[in-house]
Every structure is written in structure tokens, then in C-alpha cells.
């Protein structure tokens, strides 16, 4: 398992931008694939972005595809998500995660390792 952290999380006006941080301990990161996921209250936890173990593959949610890019830097054992243009219902805790599989996957349930969570909250 691989101990992951989340930072960059906050209150920004609509139309704002952040970049949440992941950071890695334990195993090795750069042999997971890392993924943020999102939960707003009295929803289900929603795929965000995924991206490969080299960083060259990538797959984003609908609802954030082209406003949203993630990112990793594995010698700082580091993911990112920038997140730009956001929108009111874009206010949610972001989760960080990671598995050890190659391939690319949206399903929560494949990640074996996860963050405590960062609070966004984007006001209108």
C-alpha cells in the first residue's frame, strides 16, 4: 500500500482555478496508477481523472473533461489535478488514489489505496 495526502483544497469563486496535490509515501508511487475521485454531500463518489504510471495515459469524467488536467511528477512522488473554469456543483471532497494495475479504471472500487480527502468549495 502506498500512504497518500492531499492538499490544495479551498473555498474559490466560480470561474476560479486550483491545483490539488497528492503526496505519496510508502511503495513506490511510481508504480501506481493514480486517480482523484470526488464526493459531494448525499452524492455517490464520482470518477474524476486517472492517469497512467508513466503519466502518458490519461481518462477524465464527463462533467470535468476540458476544464480539468491531471498530472504526477514521480520524482517528487507527487499527483496533481488542476482544476480551471470551476462551477458551483464542482464543490465536493476530492479523494486522491491509487492501484497497481496497468490499466486505466473509473471504478472506485479497483483503487486499493486512498487519501484522507481535500475539501473544495466553489461559490457562485
Known amino acids: 500500500q502506498v500512504l497518500l495526502v492531499e492538499s490544495g483544497g479551498g473555498l474559490v469563486q466560480a470561474g476560479g482555478s486550483l491545483r490539488l496535490s497528492c503526496a505519496a509515501s510508502?511503495?513506490?508511487?511510481?508504480?501506481?496508477?493514480m486517480g482523484w475521485f470526488r464526493q459531494a454531500p448525499g452524492k455517490e463518489r464520482e470518477f474524476v481523472a486517472t492517469?497512467?504510471?508513466?503519466?502518458?495515459?490519461?481518462l477524465y469524467g464527463d462533467s470535468v473533461k476540458g476544464r480539468f488536467t491531471i498530472s504526477r511528477d514521480n520524482a517528487k512522488n507527487t499527483g496533481y489535478l488542476q482544476m480551471n473554469s470551476l462551477k458551483p456543483e464542482d464543490t465536493a471532497v476530492y479523494y486522491c488514489?491509487?492501484?497497481?494495475?496497468?490499466?486505466?479504471?473509473?471504478?472506485?472500487?479497483?483503487?486499493?489505496?486512498w487519501g484522507q480527502g481535500t475539501q473544495v468549495t466553489v461559490s457562485s
Open positions: 488514489a491509487a492501484h497497481r494495475r496497468t490499466i486505466l479504471t473509473t471504478l472506485a472500487a479497483d483503487f486499493g489505496s
Open positions: 510508502g511503495r513506490t508511487f511510481s508504480t501506481y496508477t
Open positions: 492517469i497512467s504510471w508513466s503519466g502518458i495515459s490519461t
